[in-house]
């Protein structure tokens, strides 16, 4: 079993910025993903980042050039740098693990940001 533990969403105004963490604890498969997804009223939820334990990441276009994931390994630990927020970034945002053994996902309980002057 793997837990995700999601901090720092909020409030902020368009153009600012926010940082996301997500701590990953338990029985983790030395090859796999950390990432964030968000899903906003009425919509699907959506990849915004992901990171591999390789280091190779993915964006979302719409997210490209503004948000920059990264992780620390010693600490099992993904951040989602989020700049020049938009009114569209609002949403709330979920930290994601997959397993590549089986491609099974487990999800954090997710964090709501809201961009909004």
């Known amino acids: 079993q793997v837990q995700l533990v999601e901090s720092g969403g909020g409030l902020v105004q368009p153009g600012g910025s926010l940082r996301l963490s997500c701590a990953a604890s338990?029985?983790?498969?030395?090859?796999?993903?950390l990432g964030w997804y968000r899903q906003a009223p009425g919509n699907q939820r959506e990849l915004v980042a992901i990171?591999?334990?390789?280091?190779?990441?993915n964006y979302a276009d719409s997210v490209k050039g503004r948000f920059a994931i990264s992780r620390d390994n010693a600490q099992n630990t993904v951040y989602l740098q989020m700049n020049s927020l938009k009114p569209e970034d609002t949403a709330v945002y979920y930290c994601?693990?997959?397993?590549?053994?089986?491609?099974?996902?487990?999800w954090g309980r997710g964090t709501q940001v809201t961009v909004s002057s």
């Open positions: 338990g029985s983790i498969f030395m090859i796999h993903a």
């Open positions: 990171i591999t334990s390789g280091g190779s990441t």
């Open positions: 994601s693990y997959t397993d590549f053994r089986n491609n099974d996902i487990v």
